[in-house]
C-alpha cells in the first residue's frame, strides 16, 4: 500500500492516507483529467492496468478518496474532482463548486469566511449538511465568449 500517494508536503494533515494499488490509479487518473469524470469514464481509461476493476471497486475506491478528502463528487454531473485545496487537511466544512453548465469545466472556491457563513445559515435554520460540495453552476467565461452575441 502507499501510504502518503497524493502530496503531501502542502499539507496540515497528519492523517496516513493509505491508497491500495487500485485505489491509487484511481486517485490519479482523476487528478489528471482536466475535469470532471464520470466513473465509468475511470473504468475505461484504467481498463489496460492489468486491474481486475468492476464497478463496484471503482465506486469503493471512489468513496474512501471522497471521505479522506482528495476528491469530490460533483453531484449535477455525476462525477468527479481532485481537490484543488494548497491547504488541505482533509476536514473541508464545506467546498464550493463552479460548474460550467456548457462545457462541464469544474472549479474549486476556497472561501473560508464564505463556507463559514454557509454554514451559519444552515445551523440557524436548524439544517444539518448532507453533502459538504455547494455547487453553483453558471457559464465560465471561455465558453461566454464562444458564444454569438444578439448585436453581432
Do not use: W
Request: glycine share 2%; hydrophobic share 30%; charged share 25%.
Amino acid at each position: 500500500m502507499d501510504e502518503h500517494a497524493h502530496n503531501h508536503d502542502h499539507c496540515n494533515c497528519n492523517e496516513t492516507v493509505n491508497l491500495t494499488k487500485i485505489r491509487k490509479c484511481v486517485y490519479d487518473t482523476i487528478v489528471n483529467e482536466n475535469g470532471p469524470i464520470k466513473a465509468y469514464d475511470i473504468i475505461e481509461r484504467l481498463r489496460d492496468a492489468d486491474l481486475k476493476l468492476t464497478p463496484a471497486t471503482i465506486y469503493r475506491s471512489l468513496d474512501y478518496l471522497i471521505e479522506k478528502g482528495l476528491i469530490h463528487k460533483i453531484n449535477a454531473l455525476n462525477a468527479f474532482v481532485s481537490c484543488t485545496c494548497d491547504n488541505h487537511n482533509h476536514e473541508h466544512k464545506t467546498s464550493l463548486m463552479l460548474i460550467c453548465s456548457k462545457c462541464h469545466r469544474a472549479q474549486e472556491i476556497l472561501d473560508s469566511e464564505l463556507c463559514d457563513s454557509i454554514h451559519e445559515h444552515i445551523f440557524k435554520h436548524g439544517m444539518v449538511l448532507e453533502h459538504n460540495c455547494i455547487e453553483i453552476q453558471g457559464i465560465c467565461s471561455d465558453c461566454q465568449s464562444a458564444e454569438p452575441h444578439a448585436d453581432d
